[in-house]
């Protein structure tokens, strides 16, 4: 080990030992490489609005717990993480049993798939779903389905069409992934429309439902898959503290559904998935309502300002019920003018995500910052569009 390689090998010869659904796979773009910009940016500002992060930060009883841990004796975690769980299943009005910890929503989002897909199964999602969801049926070696999204003209551009989800599901569907709300397109669905589509939805059908921006929502029509879960054992909801809750870097995601669908999950559950840090913080910041409360009004103020500010400025905004905004800088076909606005922003130290790798490249998402943020990143385009 450590030594210089003798043999030349390139990636396509390992790629071609791979699962075929591997083969064709292209790893999670995560945007651009944070750590070199703060490196390059160091003692600057850096305006990082790429992540759909929290500015604001967690709760100070989340700290105080991730602190708490480190005079423990760092032995395994709570392979069950008894305490988060039953915190979560108070809040949630739910069994214990029907809650599944994850090291961020994402690594139960791949579960999933690997759970209930496979080869000969297909994994149903909309065009502009969140791109885990692709790369987890495609990992399991699913044939992956995406159904069309609304017209651009429609009320919610490019938001899930959940006829055409419900339309796009066969024999062989086992698995279906929607987001509400969306990212990268900030869109949501209302209540009635869900409940009309889960009429459709046969029971052995896997539904899965993202909801890692649930916290952010505030239009009134909308309401949690959870509401009517009792209705529908095959129905799941995943969760992230990633967001709302500011512990992206603690890695703690959950999934509420039916006991016994979250007990097949668990077969699957990598061991102590979750660590000591992240249980502890994600179980304090869900006992500081007070400072989720103050999050979220923060960022449906910011969110509103900075909506009206870039429509001020002629660019076309996309209905969000999130913590970033999906912006329209050009025509398609003018990708070329939007990645030299983006590029000239990040020599600013304005770090956005670039939306080609989902073929919205005449868009950027843009991240709702705090107020100093957001008044950085329009003078920023003040500049670079000038
Ligand atoms: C950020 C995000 C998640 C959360 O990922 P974690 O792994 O929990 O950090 C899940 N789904 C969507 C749509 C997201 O944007």
Known sequence: MGSVPEVRVDESFFSALAQPGIQRLRAYDPGHDLVAFRRRFEGRHLVELGSNENPYGPSARAKEAVLGTIHDSFRYPDPLGGDLNRALAAKHGVDVGSILLGNGSHELLMQFAQVFAGPGVDVVASKFGFAVYAIAAQCAGATLRVAPCHADAHAMPRGHDLDAIAAAITDTTRL????????????WYDADAFAAF????????????????AEFVDAPGWASALTVQARHPNLV?????????????????FAIGHPALIAVMERARESFNVNSAGLAAAEAALGDEEHLRWVVARNAEQRAALATALHDRGLRVFPSQTNFLLVQFAEPGDEARVAGIEAALCERGIVLRPMGGYGLGHCLRITVGNADENRRLLAGLDEVRA
């Open 176 to 187: 279906v992934y929607l987001a509400n709300p969306n990212n990268p397109t900030g869109t």
């Open 237 to 253: 909801v995943t969760r992230t503290f990633s967001k709302a809750y500011a512990l992206a870097g603690l890695r703690v995601g």
């Open 198 to 213: 889960m009429a459709k939805v046969p029971g052995d059908v896997v539904v899965v439902v993202d909801e890692a921006y």
